[in-house]
């Protein structure tokens, strides 16, 4: 049986992420830490490791690319989930009777209008997952409390919705990655599509001179190849310069990828490929 | 007098930033959020605010560049400031008697590997301020715990330093940026240096096209203008699309940057200019 690690609680949507891309027969390990996730993956403790890396509100996950450079793994999939949440309550509990939310800060800050709107007077209080705010208030059985959390919560922790789809912005995705020891074999160029519907993501830095950033991404645009995703993160020991991760359309074994990364390269301090996997579809 | 907000409890290194800044003569005035603080300066309660934007290690603090986008405030200079944290405890106590070891996170993540050696067994808690976790500790004056900080808490609230710079990594640096209701007047081309010695932080976005990043940074590439920084935030309500904030050397009245801003003005969708300052120079 397949087992993916995820951070967080059963019922957060890092597990939602390892149901949508493996199906229901996987079987889902709930980890404390986004660095458990990884070094469990990378000691064989498990197969794969599903990580968020962005929410299309919040932005960047910038744990996680740290990680991905820290440890050798290979991505082989991303999935798309898109973000709902729900107020739970304890059974007869009304609006009126809540002064206390809890929830992980995310979905907190996500939901902040309308519970300004809806609950004014009450209270937040960060817990450390939103499905496990969910169980803290099964157990704790507080009748001045709300959590908020994913649907799935409901049915693994047994308690009634009271609102549904409390998010302020309707166009709340977040991004996974799924990680593993082993790049996925490349496509055969004689299957259906070939090459196509792939997505590429790969870390670089060059040497810290006047447009060099422009030469990089030159090495892209002068062949046609689209980026979809850049983002930066801090080169430990030489402030102020930085590692690029950047996401583009294309296999890296396609000759046009190929050729562009050949090109970045001659003139790259660190180049790597962190793997090439077909494209999510965004969910409904 | 010169009024300056800034996040965090009187010793923190955002308030070093404003001493370092405006020098002795300067009040700080200690707000709970950086909101708050942009909110102060936005509505004249203070005359201006220094907040945090990047750590050398650490990486981008975004709120803060979110914020930028929100308000409508002016960058008016920037200032670079050396972190190096101290390890607080009661007078009399030693190493051995510590069990608990409270700060920001930021201080804990950063201080992760010599706390690990000196103090193995010593749990971590998470509060909301560097300088606070002294002034909490001095309050509660518990015998089996110590607190990170800046320097300058010791004399605030008046607790013996156990270890000096604790720091994990010595290349620890902080960049705040000054804020401030009107931009500072351009410099006049006779002012010795001209517009030399300055740098300029925009904002923009283009429409999701392939090469529309490359596109952008050649108008400041084809010109030599030299980019010191490009961060990513997502665009709110377009799922992966993005605004850029890029720091570029150079005064945005300077011609040749006034070009490179036209030239971009031609395809972008947001454009703004957020400052134009004197670079800061690096702390010993």
């Not at 704790?140 to 998010?167: C, V």
């Not at 709340?172 to 599509?193: A, K, M, Q, W």
Request: glycine residues 8%; hydrophobic residues 40%.
């Amino acid at each position: 049986m397949t087992v993916a690690a995820f951070q967080g609680e059963p019922g957060a949507y890092s597990e939602q992420a390892a149901f949508d891309f493996f199906g229901p027969r996987v079987q889902p390990l709930p980890r404390p830490s986004f660095d458990d996730v990884f070094d469990d993956v990378a000691s064989a403790r498990c197969d794969f490791g599903v990580v968020p890396v962005e929410n299309s509100l919040g932005g960047s996950i910038h744990r996680n690319y740290d990680l991905l450079m820290r440890h050798n793994l290979h991505i082989v999939g991303e999935v798309v989930v898109r973000i709902r949440w729900y107020l739970y309550a304890l059974p007869g509990v009304q609006l009126g009777d809540i002064t206390r939310v809890m929830s992980h800060w995310q979905a907190l800050a996500q939901t902040e209008h309308t519970l300004s709107r809806l609950l004014p007077q009450a209270e937040r209080e960060q817990v450390y997952d939103t499905a496990g705010s969910v169980k803290m208030l099964a157990e704790e059985r507080r009748g001045d409390t709300a959590a908020i959390a994913g649907k799935r919560a409901s049915e693994l922790y047994g308690l009634p919705i009271l609102l549904e789809g409390i998010e302020d912005d309707p166009t709340n995705y977040t991004r996974f990655l799924v990680l593993s020891r082993d790049p996925i074999p490349s496509p055969s160029p004689e299957r259906e599509g070939g090459m196509t519907g792939y997505k590429t993501s790969i870390v670089f830095a060059t040497r810290n001179e006047p447009g060099s950033l422009f030469k990089s991404l030159a090495a892209f645009a002068l062949r046609g190849v689209d980026l979809t995703k850049i983002e930066s993160r801090p080169l430990q020991g030489s402030p102020w310069e930085y590692l690029f991760y950047l996401d583009f359309g294309g296999h890296a074994d396609d000759t046009n990828c190929r050729r562009a990364l050949d090109h970045l390269s001659e003139f790259a301090t660190v180049l790597r490929v962190l793997g090439s996997y077909p494209r999510a579809t965004m969910p409904q």
